[in-house]
Nanobody
Framework: VQLQASGGGFVQAGGSLRLSCAASGRTSSTYVMGWFRQAPGKEREFVATISWRGDFKRYADSVKGRFTISRDNAENTGYLRMQSLKPEDTAVYYC????????????????????WGQGTQVTVSS
């Protein structure tokens, strides 16, 4: 499986961005998608995860109410809509994928994921 993340950029505080994560390769079975981020000098942290059916979603407390995760299984693409961005959201954002047996499962630990995208930089200025 290959993941291609895109959509990052430079935005002022309060602005919005939408990240995309296109999956290719073995995508015929059910899989969980997640987003993580890593700021300079910090560890990679969980941002959001979504089940195969899209009916279960989990968010980090720091992004609840501002970020929305979604997916389009027909296009094998996941999305992260980010609104009301803050300077502390500045980081490299990574998408991740893991094949699972349940259509309702979500995963919030980086160690749970098997495949990772290359990352896309998000910079929020104050």
């Amino acid at each position: 499986v290959q993941l291609q993340a895109s959509g990052g950029g430079f935005v002022q505080a309060g602005g919005s961005l939408r990240l995309s994560c296109a999956a290719s390769g073995r995508t015929s079975s059910t899989y969980v998608m997640g987003w993580f981020r890593q700021a300079p000098g910090k560890e990679r942290e969980f941002v959001a995860t979504i089940s195969w059916r899209g009916d279960f979603k989990r968010y980090a407390d720091s992004v609840k109410g501002r970020f929305t995760i979604s997916r389009d299984n027909a296009e094998n693409t996941g999305y992260l809509r980010m609104q009301s961005l803050k300077p502390e959201d500045t980081a490299v954002y990574y998408c991740a994928l893991r094949h699972v047996g349940s259509v309702h499962e979500t995963l919030k630990f980086a160690s749970d994921y098997d495949y990772w995208g290359q990352g896309t930089q998000v910079t929020v200025s104050s």
